[in-house]
């Protein structure tokens, strides 16, 4: 991983927006990334799921990276940060299996849309409240415009299709009919100009 007073460093730095050591703190991350993402690879790709895993959790560790709280010490923050990003990607990676699992299986009945049921059908009222919904719509709001910065369309639809879609590279390129090649450089540009608009954001 990485030796425990230069974590310490690099996230007390981070956090307070120094974007340098935030682009230090993922550069020493990766390998760490790679090895745990790999144990959700896709067979049927195991490069390329790999690959997708570990942007798609790098892009979280420095979108949630001000909700990690250290330890006492430069060691016990080291422990607890290590962690924290395992579990990380396990979640990820758990959500990526499953809905690689559910395109394969498909809906085993027919679906009941809502509308054609004469609203005979009311969801439980357990979902988030008034003031989390409009936090919620505040932040795709804010999504929205920055995908909207992106010069191209192309750009923007892969972008939508990854993180809203849920769709990993391979089956944005194979939809676009890109390269995966192309579909990668194109998605690593668009986060920089999406980091650099939502860089507040969480």
């Not at 395992?86 to 679906?111: E, F, I, N, T």
Request: aromatic share 4%; net charge negative.
């Amino acid at each position: 991983m990485i030796q425990p007073h230069l974590l310490d460093d690099f996230l007390k730095r981070a956090r307070g927006g120094d974007r340098q050591a935030v682009d230090q703190l993922l550069a020493v991350l990766r390998p760490h990334l790679e090895q745990l993402a790999r144990r959700y690879a896709d067979p049927d790709c195991p490069g390329e799921s790999t690959a997708d895993l570990v942007q798609e959790a790098a892009l979280r560790v420095w979108q949630k990276l001000d909700q990690f709280r250290g330890g006492d010490d430069a060691e016990q923050t080291t422990a607890m940060f290590q962690e924290w990003v395992k579990q990380l990607v396990a979640h990820l990676g758990l959500d990526r299996q499953r809905a690689h699992q559910a395109q394969r299986r498909g809906p085993s009945q027919p679906v009941l849309r809502l509308e054609a049921s004469g609203g005979a059908i009311d969801p439980a009222a357990s979902g988030p409240t008034p003031s989390a919904n409009a936090g919620l719509e505040e932040q795709a709001e804010r999504i929205r415009a920055a995908l909207e910065a992106l010069p191209e369309a192309t750009d923007r639809e892969i972008v939508r299709l990854c993180f809203f879609d849920g769709l990993s590279l391979r089956q944005i390129a194979e939809r676009l009919a890109l390269s995966y090649d192309k579909v990668r450089e194109r998605y690593h540009r668009s986060l920089k100009v999406l980091e650099r608009e939502l860089g507040g954001l969480l």
